[in-house]
């Protein structure tokens, strides 16, 4: 399945521009999808997939034709 991914580039994906069309097996999830980034880091838990213009959680599957924007919220002050 095709999903297109983007990201803020802060993220910085080796080798992955943001907005590409990548490919997926069927059933894979925000989370498996993370994963194969090497997003594992503690920070992790604060990762927000936004799949089609929604919240959603990381264990969410995706289906052929999703968008997902994988969205790290930033604080400070």
Do not use: C, W
Not at 35 to 41: C, E, H, M, R, Y
Not at 48 to 70: C, M, T, Y
């Amino acid at each position: 399945m095709n999903i297109t991914v983007e990201y803020v580039g802060f993220l910085k994906l080796e080798g992955i521009k943001s907005g590409s069309v990548l490919e997926f097996p069927e059933g894979t999830t925000a989370a498996g999808v993370l994963d194969g980034f090497g997003l594992t880091g503690s920070y992790r838990k604060y990762i927000v997939p936004i799949v089609n213009s929604e919240r959603s959680p990381q264990e969410r599957a995706l289906k052929d034709g999703d968008h997902l924007f994988i969205y790290l919220p930033v604080g400070g002050g």
